[in-house]
């Protein structure tokens, strides 16, 4: 099956388990594919060439985690959710869609993340740039993120505890929202 029909799988099983559990923001259901799918795959131009293992945190209904999975076979995914519902809804994606670079860890981030040997972060929605860098610094070093309208103010709170690289990209879904590329990070 191709990426795209590997996808709509995806799709059609979000879609079902969101009447059970609730995976996305129901405002958000009726534009799923723009908001959540094509919102991840942006992400698939700024993966370094460099890397092989991603770590996707809060990885929650697996955007953009298990989009980047079924999108890029040929990397190794984990993604990191403490939701048992959750873990439970991404095994059934993984398995459904024959994902096999993935791997699902159902455990707090800080608990996970320094045993991973990944060569970068992804994560969309789950907490401020400085939280997400506090639990990953210093084993983690390397980010890529999906961040929404108040991402400059997030910027400047992480800048008060860490020296970073920064790349900012406008969303092709958010005009206001950015992708941000985080590196060479240095706690002050």
């Keep these: 099956m191709l990426p795209e029909g ?3 799988l995806y799709c059609d099983l979000l879609l079902q388990w969101q009447k ?3 995976l996305i923001a129901p405002t958000t259901v009726g534009n799923v594919w723009e908001r959540h799918f ?5 992400l698939l131009d700024f993966i370094p060439n460099h890397a092989q293992t991603i770590c996707d945190i809060g990885s929650g209904a697996g955007f953009p985690g298990m989009v980047l999975a079924i999108m890029r076979p040929d990397l190794q995914f984990h993604l990191i959710e403490s939701d048992a519902r959750k873990c439970a809804f991404l095994q059934t994606v ?3 869609t024959v994902c096999k670079n993935v791997v699902i860890h ?25 939280s997400l860098i506090d639990y990953c610094y210093p084993s983690h070093q390397d980010f890529l993120l999906l961040k929404g309208k108040n991402w400059r103010d997030e910027v400047s709170g992480a800048q008060k505890k860490y020296q970073f690289d920064l790349t900012d990209h406008v969303s092709k879904t958010d005009a206001e929202a950015r992708i941000l590329t985080v590196g060479k990070i240095v706690e002050i």
């Design 38 to 42: 094509v919102d991840s795959v942006q």
């Design 106 to 130: 159902n455990d707090r981030i800080e608990n996970v993340i320094g045993d991973i040997d990944g060569d970068l972060i992804t994560a969309r929605a789950l907490a401020s740039l400085k």
């Design 20 to 22: 059970s559990i609730n």
């Design 94 to 96: 993984s398995r459904e």
């Design 6 to 8: 590997r996808l709509q």
